[in-house]
């Protein structure tokens, strides 16, 4: 089954620093989905990620793939306190099945 | 487009009584999941409609879960016997099978057995 992991599992970083959340996934996944949730709110989606060396841009966000690394990043440029939220990677096996499976997710505090 | 709509939104039940949620996807979405969500987790899937079919369940789905999706667009999902262990909350997304890839995921309905 796929396992999706996320690092660091908790980030306090200060406004206008860059950083970057690792999605590492453990076998062939046909897509990566990135997701933001606020507290006590439902999940809202940020990127869909379809082919190797794919990258998307959004604002002060920014995702990319690597398939053959198993590898996803979620990378914050100049943060700001709007973006304190926890942020989740998912992804799904190739074929056989419809379950997306979640990372564990990144609990992200920007101080002001 | 309204968006993926849960009801109720909060629900407070005595163990042992059944409850039910309801999830109206976003109009034109075949495709529908149903996840739980506990506090500090991430989402874990459930089940899977694509249209009415019911094509996916989770092992770690005991026989008091039931799902439903009767005529492919809303979908129900009941809860027999509740149980402490099943206080969370409750996530339903939809999305469309040919147009984008984008699964949008309903406010969610928090469940509480006491």
């Known amino acids: 089954e796929l396992k999706v992991e996320q690092n660091p599992l908790f980030l306090s970083m200060q406004e206008g620093k860059n950083y970057t959340i690792y999605c590492n996934y453990s076998?062939?996944?046909?897509?990566l989905y990135w997701y933001r949730q606020d507290p006590g709110k439902s999940l809202e989606s940020l990127f869909v990620l379809l082919s190797n060396g794919a990258v998307k841009q959004e604002g002060r966000l920014m995702a990319s793939l690597d398939t053959k690394a198993r590898l996803s990043t979620l990378h914050i440029t100049a943060a700001v306190h709007d973006l304190s939220a926890t942020y989740f990677c998912a992804g799904k096996l190739t074929s056989g099945t419809y379950k997306y499976i979640f990372g564990t997710g990144t609990r992200l505090k920007v101080l002001a | 487009d309204t968006g993926v709509s849960q009801d109720p939104r909060h629900k407070i039940t005595k163990r042992g009584q059944n409850v039910t949620f309801r999830c109206d996807p976003i109009s034109e979405h075949n495709r529908l999941y149903w996840y739980r969500q506990t506090l500090g987790q991430g989402p874990e899937f459930l089940t899977y409609f694509q249209n009415e079919a019911q094509l996916e369940k989770s092992r770690l789905l005991s026989d008091r879960f039931s799902a439903e999706r009767p005529k492919g667009s809303f979908s129900t999902l009941e809860i027999q016997r509740t149980e402490q262990g099943d206080s969370a909350m409750y996530l339903c997304?939809?999305?469309?099978?040919?147009?984008?890839?984008?699964?949008?995921f309903g406010e969610g309905s928090w469940l509480t057995v006491v």
């Open positions: 076998t062939t996944s046909d897509r």
């Open positions: 997304a939809s999305s469309h099978q040919w147009v984008g890839n984008t699964i949008y």
